[in-house]
């Protein structure tokens, strides 16, 4: 590793500063933000998706179902409302990203400090 | 109606002079893109990641171009036409799946890697066995993609030349005309990413999304318009000429199909839908040519917004789908439809064809129609492989020569001729490779690259993000487990032998009994990941902090 930041006191190792950012209360609390939402609605949309997916295979009659004498069933709803809880998942996540997480992404990288990506891992 | 291959004389060889001039339009107005965006590159950031000089919505357009496949545009439309509600599922999965690039990768990749997904998965790993495991995966996976791409387009052109076996076209037959088309697409592919890097393949993406959403947007104006704007009316027009009545517009005929009196092959056949169902939402956070997109934006916060649009691109582009293909079985009709191309493949052309009869007026507007969406197709299909060969040859590159063979000590500029040697070579190869299998059943291989990507990829991106434990052993299990499993699995399933529909048709080495692997391979994936990783003592906290708080805050992001 090569890494090593130029403003940094020579006593301190970009190591050491991430280190000892990922273990600060701070930090703590933004991946508890970002987590906190990106993973329950993960789970959340593989199950709803899932469920789309299983009743295809296994709940045909009910998926046969018409809307009203229509030609419109049940599994065209069914597959729609899978494109209307796409929309709204990542409208809602975008929503919650620039309020909740960024702030605090912002104040932790302005705290950190330009570290040169040039600097960074090989890669 | 058998539009394409017997319409009158005059029609037929407007369509073909038409398609071909307006697909020369393309091509040369890309290829100026191209020796433009050549200009603008001279760094190994330019070659890569375009300069990392996209907006967030440029981007998501070319998101889109690179995603939406001819297995999106007339894969699609070909399925629901001839097997009604089935091909939805397709649409369904492959759009729901950016929810996971959106909340789970984009953003964290683009603060965390450079250049290649290997970037991400190497970061506190040994370089060496991890950037290999990631090149042999993305030329893997790629060259699937890539197969199918081409041979589709071989088989395309002479359908949408109506080179009919028997006839020539410019003194070749049908099967000279298919070599020719893949050496063409071979060709241009190569030109693209050699000469225009990822400028020029990002702008080739622009151009064909718009293209692409433009022509489908139009026709499914017009077949809504034919029946004034009725959903319903549609969809029992389509159930009806269909002769499957109402099951048409039911799952069940093509996935997960219940066979009478055969408890255990409908069993099989039911699990089979679940395990292409989960290879759909998973795969595409796992796909190299779209992962190295998001870094084509200065900003991890750009990378979202590029993934925003990209969700309303795609799912817009797939919600047309419905009309495209419902459209296509009560307009054209599915007997039409075989006649032409027993996959279904022509069904979105020749709707065209049928909406430019109704519309346009007679043969000629047929014949415009035709053209214009055939000349779409084929810009569709350079879109997909420019981009497949880019992210071959950038981790070929990147990965392999520069951080394995030279220890990370290559110059930039010797990476990027290594680079462009390597698109030159893989683009040579595909070409190769389609042309012996241009008359092989290759469509299960772009279901096969999203089940690899899910089973190999996605366990060591999300457990190198997310894990941190994780280490070099996991990884390479990861890659290796999901790869090797997902690959052997369907080699031995029914869509490499043992079935009519087969690969090889005539012989017969099947014994698993799904055509997707995803069920077993992706579980198996994960599972290794975290085998290799408990039996190996490596362990790296300090790195896994580095990781952690610069994929989240974009400190010393690149």
């Known amino acids: 590793m090569s890494t090593e930041a130029r403003d940094t006191a020579p006593t301190e190792t970009p190591e050491d500063r991430y280190l000892a950012m990922q273990r600060s209360p701070e930090f703590g609390k933004l991946r508890k933000s970002f987590r906190g939402f990106v993973f329950p609605m993960t789970v959340a949309f593989f199950v709803w998706y899932a469920l789309y997916v299983i009743l295809s295979a296994y709940a045909r009659d009910f998926m046969s179902i018409r809307i009203g004498g229509s030609h419109i069933n049940v599994a065209l709803i069914f597959g729609l409302l899978q494109f209307v809880s796409t929309f709204l998942i990542a409208w809602l996540y975008a929503r919650y990203a620039s309020q909740k997480v960024d702030p605090l992404a912002d104040e932790i990288h302005a705290e950190l400090g330009e570290v040169s990506p040039d600097e960074g891992p090989r890669g | ?558």
């Not at chain 2, 012996?436 to 690899?452: C, D, I, S, Y």
């Open chain 2, 1 to 558: 109606m058998r539009v394409l291959a017997a319409e009158a004389a005059t029609g037929g060889s407007t369509a073909r002079t038409l398609t071909i001039i307006l697909f020369l339009v393309f091509v040369a107005f890309t290829l100026a893109i191209t020796v433009w965006a050549s200009r603008q590159t001279k760094t190994a950031t330019d070659f890569y990641a375009g300069g990392r000089s996209f907006s967030g919505f440029q981007n998501g357009m070319a998101i889109g171009g690179d995603y939406m496949s001819a297995a999106s545009f007339l894969g699609i439309a070909g399925i629901i036409a001839l097997n009604g509600y089935d091909g939805f599922l397709y649409s369904i999965g492959f759009l729901v799946a950016w929810l996971v690039a959106l909340l789970l990768v984009a953003e964290l990749l683009r603060n965390s890697g450079r250049y290649t997904m290997a970037d991400v998965l190497a970061f506190r790993m040994r370089q060496k066995p991890v950037r290999t495991a990631a090149a042999v995966s993305t030329i893997t996976v790629s060259i699937f993609y890539l197969l199918a791409q081409m041979v589709g387009a071989g088989a395309l052109v002479a359908l949408l030349l109506g080179i009919k076996p028997g006839s020539t076209f410019m003194g070749m037959d049908a099967n000279a005309a298919k070599i020719a088309t893949i050496v063409l697409v071979g060709a241009l592919m190569i030109i693209y990413v050699t000469v225009g890097g990822m400028k020029g393949t990002t702008y080739v993406q622009i151009v064909k999304a718009f293209l692409l959403m433009t022509g489908a947007l139009l026709m499914t104006i017009l077949v809504l318009a034919v029946f004034k704007f009725n959903l319903s009316s549609l969809l029992g027009d389509a159930a009806q000429s269909s002769g499957k009545g109402e099951a048409f517009l039911e799952p069940g005929l093509r996935y997960g199909v219940e066979v009478a009196g055969n408890a255990t092959q409908t069993f099989y056949n039911k699990m089979d839908l679940l395990s292409l169902g989960i290879a759909l939402v998973l795969g595409t956070a796992g796909l190299p040519h779209i992962l190295i997109r998001f870094y084509t934006v200065p900003t991890a916060r750009a990378a979202r917004k590029s993934v925003l649009w990209a969700i309303g691109i795609i799912g817009t582009f797939y919600l047309f789908t419905l009309a495209l293909g419902f459209g296509a079985a009560a307009l054209v009709g599915s007997q039409a439809i075989t006649a032409q191309d027993r996959a279904g493949n022509t069904a979105a052309p020749q709707l065209a064809a049928e909406l430019g009869r109704r519309f346009l007026g007679g043969e000629v507007g047929s014949a415009t129609l035709l053209a214009i969406i055939a000349a779409v197709a084929f810009a569709t299909i350079l879109a997909v492989v420019a981009g497949l060969t880019l992210a071959s040859s950038s981790s070929l590159a990147h990965d392999f020569y520069a951080n394995v063979i030279k220890d990370g000590q290559a110059s930039e500029r010797q990476e990027v001729n290594v680079a462009r040697i390597s698109a030159l070579v893989i683009g040579a190869v595909a070409i190769l490779l389609s042309i012996f299998a241009q008359n092989l059943n290759v469509a299960f291989l772009v279901a096969l690259a999203f089940a690899v990507a899910a089973s190999g990829n996605l366990p060591a991106i999300l457990y190198s993000l997310f894990w941190k434990r994780f280490n070099t052993s996991g990884a390479v299990w990861a890659i290796y487990g999901g790869l090797i499993s997902a690959v052997v699995l369907v080699f031995f399933s029914p869509v490499v032998s043992g079935s009519a529909t087969a690969m090889f048709s005539k012989s017969d080495w099947q014994w698993f009994p799904l055509s997707n692997p995803g069920l077993i391979s992706i579980p198996f994936g994960f599972f290794c990941g975290w085998l290799g990783t408990v039996l190996s003592k490596e362990r790296d906290d300090a790195k896994y902090a580095e990781l952690e708080v610069r994929s989240l805050t974009g400190s010393g992001a690149h």
